[in-house]
């Protein structure tokens, strides 16, 4: 083997040499620190990676909380719109109730004013009416006009001892009276004469009241009047209570 081959393989050793020298003194720390620092990266890139899954989850239960959220909100928004328009139609009804109440009530008291209105006139007409009657009798006034009051005063005592005695008996009329028409009334009663008693009323302007125990006979002009009050009173109610 010649020199320069010797030379070239001895070269070729110690550079072989060289390199297991320099790759186990240098390039070995090297990828130490190349693998320290990818398994750095590694371990940086999986926490980024749990980081991001946890912002994901994060967000999810943020959105999921948002819409629970504005399911309740608008849940409340409806609760809110029923109870007002509840309250809105309670207080439409209260209104209504309070208006019919008013109605009726203006009603009521319209009715008792015309009724009122009504018993005023009654009351005028029969006091017209007893003018009226007083006028006449003042025009006829005589014996034949106490006869008849007188009669008709005996025809109702007769019908009255239907019901029972009479007895005590008392007599009114406009004058003091004699024998004759106390006589006739204490007959008619079913009573001694004795047994009726007699006063003067001036107010009855003629005929006779007479005062039993089972009632009043009254064949008097103010009685005639008061009669044509009663039943001009009883009709009018009778038409109220038809239109009412």
């Not at 809110?80 to 309070?98: L, M, N």
């Not at 005929?207 to 039993?212: A, I, W």
């Amino acid at each position: 083997m010649s020199t320069t081959w010797v030379t070239f393989l001895f070269e070729a050793a110690n550079f072989l040499l060289l390199a297991a020298v320099l790759g186990w003194l240098f390039f070995r720390p090297v990828r130490d620190v190349l693998e320290r620092r990818r398994s750095e990266l590694e371990s940086e890139r999986r926490a980024a990676v749990d980081a991001r899954a946890e912002a994901e989850r994060a967000l999810q239960e943020v959105r999921a909380r948002r819409s629970e959220l504005e399911g309740s909100l608008e849940e409340l928004r409806e609760r809110v719109q029923r109870e007002a328009a509840d309250e809105r139609a309670r207080i439409v009804e209260s209104a209504r109730a309070q208006m019919q109440r008013e109605r009726e009530s203006l009603q009521q008291n319209l009715v008792s004013l015309r009724r009122a209105q009504a018993r005023s006139l009654a009351r005028d007409a029969a006091f017209a009416a007893k003018e009226i009657v007083v006028h006449l009798l003042e025009e006829i006034q005589g014996l034949d006009l106490e006869r008849m009051l007188l009669g008709a005063a005996c025809r109702e005592l007769e019908k009255l001892r239907c019901s029972g005695p009479l007895a005590p008996v008392i007599v009114e009329s406009v004058h003091a009276l004699e024998d004759e028409p106390l006589t006739a009334l204490a007959a008619a009663a079913g009573v001694a004469a004795a047994d009726v008693s007699h006063r003067v009323d001036p107010d009855l302007v003629a005929g006779f009241r007479v005062l039993t125990a089972e009632g009043l006979v009254d064949a008097s002009a103010a009685g005639l009047a008061a009669e044509a009050e009663r039943v001009l009173l009883g009709q009018i109610d009778r038409e109220n209570s038809n239109h009412g």
